[in-house]
């Protein structure tokens, strides 16, 4: 009965070891599969971080030198405007009769009939 009990124990125990040793294999396996899981997770988010990181940046450098380019054109602008205000004046002017004979006794040395221009020196201030 001594030796009945005992192999019978043993047996037991053999089988509980081995179902221990099953269910320690399984968790391993679990916890192998749960890091290669974790490890592609990481890899597809660091990839996915990655992508936005350079595609924000593209867009600040793109936005950048937009702000610049139109800093640039209003400021020509400006001038544009400058010199469209100037060109009207002399669009003006040109249509002022008074304005176009002195002009013309200016920088052409016209006269009026039994009229005398005189050029002066001119005269330097040092």
Same mark, same amino acid.
């Given at each position: 009965?001594?030796? @009945?009990?005992?192999?019978?124990?043993?047996e037991?125990?053999?089988?509980?070891? *081995? *179902?221990?040793e099953?269910? /320690?294999?399984?968790?391993?396996?679990?916890?192998?599969?749960?890091?290669?899981r !974790?490890?592609? /997770?990481?890899?597809?988010?660091?990839? /996915?971080?990655?992508?936005?990181?350079?595609?924000? $940046?593209?867009?600040?450098?793109?936005?950048?030198?937009?702000?610049q380019?139109?800093?640039?054109?209003?400021?020509e602008?400006?001038? !544009?405007?400058l010199?469209?205000?100037? !060109?009207?004046?002399?669009?003006? &002017?040109?249509n @002022?009769?008074? $304005?176009?004979?002195e002009?013309?006794?200016?920088?052409?040395y016209l006269?009026?009939?039994?009229?005398?221009?005189?050029? !002066?020196?001119?005269?330097?201030? &040092?």
């Open positions: 009965m001594v030796t @009945d009990r005992t192999s019978r124990v043993r037991m125990d053999k089988s509980y070891i *081995q *179902q221990r099953q269910e /320690l294999e399984m968790a391993a396996r679990k916890r192998r599969g749960l890091f290669r !974790l490890t592609v /997770l990481a890899i597809f988010v660091v990839a /996915l971080g990655s992508i936005a990181c350079v595609s924000i $940046y593209t867009q600040a450098s793109s936005l950048e030198g937009k702000r380019e139109q800093a640039a054109l209003e400021e602008l400006k001038k !544009l405007q010199e469209e205000a100037r !060109l009207r004046e002399d669009i003006k &002017n040109y @002022d009769l008074d $304005y176009i004979a002009i013309a006794r200016r920088d052409y006269t009026k009939p039994g009229e005398t221009l005189f050029k !002066l020196p001119e005269s330097s201030s &040092n």
